[in-house]
């Protein structure tokens, strides 16, 4: 458990080789003592998420002193023959792994009693309330079809939405794996450090990349969507009025593009105020490299892969070869 803290700390750049493995044995120390009161382990020794009888299967099978030796099914039915088992098992709460149970669209799930879902995490407060009432609509009228009841996920209507957006905005087309099952439990303490954050340099964009098993070159190319859609004014507000002492204004910015933001959003703007993250084509999926080559990057996070020079030569060719982004863009989302 210390070296694995002691990697995952590592793994982000600006903290490498900067906590000690003392330093993680002690607050360990200091968190078990507190844990009994708090840790939704002991609230919850049995996972909620599993259906109480197969619990209890489970408890038989393996007791708490059980022998490391001792191995069991994976699934509770069928176990020596191909089929569809698996996903039924998982409709019916009977998932032997908790990463069996689904991870997706966990976005869409409400905050409810004590639990603060994902949704309601500070950054995901922006999110467009249209864009949730889209996935419900379009669930509810799939689940209106007998035939279709409970068989398309709001996961798979998600990834199908980015697919068809992006089409319909001029951007490629490309295959998804459909059949996902919905993710069941959603925390607001699960956004904490997954997101990358619009000042960021390449370096810590590309840790963050790298731990969702992603390359630099997938973190450029997916760096392109930002073609399409808004971004409140506070996300980059740092660049057009207190970059630095010297500087208020960030210099890799376009002076003239400088200007248009601070119009847009005048130091005094309410927060709820959102401008097209595209000055040129807000609509069409293109031109986002283009733009960087023109100091328009909206975020430090979009302008730093042309000033990096690990990153420039990629970001170049494809500004000049929209072929070729389009399928570094599929590469990376496929
Ligand atoms: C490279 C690191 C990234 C950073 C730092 C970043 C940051 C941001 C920020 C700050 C916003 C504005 C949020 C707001 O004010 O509401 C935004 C919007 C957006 N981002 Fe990113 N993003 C990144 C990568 C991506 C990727 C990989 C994709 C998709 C492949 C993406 C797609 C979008 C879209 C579509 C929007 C517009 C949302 C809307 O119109 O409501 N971004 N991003």
Redesign the pocket.
């Known amino acids: 458990m210390v070296m694995k803290a002691k990697a995952a700390v590592d793994a982000v750049s600006s903290c490498k080789n900067k906590v000690s493995c003392a330093d993680i044995l002690t607050m360990a120390a200091r968190d078990v003592v507190q844990m009994p009161e708090n840790a939704n382990c002991y609230k919850n020794p049995v996972d909620p998420t599993l259906i109480p009888s197969y619990a209890a299967e489970l408890q038989q099978q393996c007791p708490k002193n059980f022998d490391p030796n001792t191995v069991i099914a994976l699934g509770p039915s069928t176990t020596g023959i191909f089929d569809n088992m698996y996903y039924k098992n998982l409709q019916n709460g009977q998932g032997l792994l908790t990463s069996d149970q689904g991870c997706d669209a966990s976005i869409m799930i409400q905050s409810s009693g004590s639990n603060t879902a994902e949704k309601d995490h500070q950054d995901n407060l922006?999110?467009?309330g249209d864009?949730f009432d889209m996935v419900n609509k379009a669930k509810a009228a799939a689940d209106a079809v007998p035939s279709c009841r409970n068989k398309v996920s709001c996961a798979d209507i998600l990834t199908m939405a980015t697919r068809d957006v992006i089409k319909m905005a001029g951007g490629p087309s490309y295959p998804v794996e459909l059949g996902r099952l919905d993710g069941l439990s959603s925390t607001a303490a699960s956004v904490n450090g997954k997101l990358?954050?619009?000042n960021?340099n390449l370096d810590q964009?590309n840790d963050?990349?790298a731990f969702n098993g992603l390359t630099q070159i997938d973190?450029i190319a997916?760096?392109g969507?930002?073609t399409?859609?808004?971004?409140?004014c506070?996300?980059f507000a740092n660049r057009i009025y207190n970059f630095s002492k010297q500087n208020p204004l960030d210099p890799t910015l376009n002076p003239s593009y400088a200007t248009q933001l601070q119009q847009l959003c005048p130091k005094d703007i309410t927060p709820l105020v959102?401008i097209h993250?595209d000055p040129n084509t807000p609509t069409t999926f293109d031109m986002y490299f283009k733009n960087l080559q023109q100091g328009q990057g909206l975020?430090t996070?979009d302008q730093v892969l042309y000033t990096d020079t690990r990153s420039k030569q990629t970001m170049i060719s494809w500004a000049n070869d929209p072929k070729a982004f389009n399928d570094a863009f599929i590469e990376a989302?496929t």
């Open positions: 922006s999110l467009a864009g990358p954050i619009p960021w964009l963050m990349f973190m997916l760096s969507a930002h399409l859609g808004f971004s409140h506070d996300q959102a993250m975020f996070s989302m």
